[in-house]
């Protein structure tokens, strides 16, 4: 099976190849034609999550995934692995809590605070305004703090949309560009969400 999910915009591509692979069965192979890195990263992301093997190839200015639809096979230890992290995910929505100075000032402390603890949540989110965060100087306070949580191995995720809106999707310094299908399925599947 073929499906084209060039230009079309997040989350359409995750969600087309997810309803693609849930009418295949089990070893069944699906091809996905993506234009955008942002497409591509974004489906890996998920075709990994949802234990299938993939591989890309690079046709003209397209890409050609090719998914092998097989059973999820648990990775041993996994659980042990993610025993560090709270099974929680930190959502952002903007680049300061509140507003002016004192806002940007209150962010920087919260994220830095949050090092401090024995557990760190699984993933940030950021959204809207937050992505300002994301693609801040590479020498910000904000940007080092990020890339100390990255190093720790908690997931970082920039939306989008929201980065290109901002024209910003080529500043990214920290993270990974993700999309609305990944961000609502962590935030459903986590057994909560902090919000600043």
Known sequence: MRIDCRDLACPEPVINTKK????????????????????????????????????????????????????ECPVVGEGEEKSEFLDKVLFLKDDKVGE??????????????ILELPKLPKAIICVNRAVFLTTSDEDSDVVKILKEFEKR??????????????????KLKVGVVGNAYGTVDMLLNSNGTITL
């Open 20 to 71: 693609a692979l849930d009418a295949l069965p089990a070893d069944a192979v699906l091809e996905v034609m993506v234009n955008t890195k942002a497409s591509l990263e974004n489906i890996e992301r998920f075709v990994k999550n949802s234990g299938y093997t993939m591989s890309f190839k690079n046709e003209g200015g397209d890409t050609k995934i090719t998914i092998v639809k097989g059973y």
């Open 100 to 113: 002016g100075e004192l806002g940007g000032m209150l962010v920087v402390g919260f994220l830095k605070s």
């Open 153 to 170: 191995g908690v997931e970082i995720f920039s939306c989008g949309v929201c980065l290109d809106f901002y024209k910003v999707s080529e």
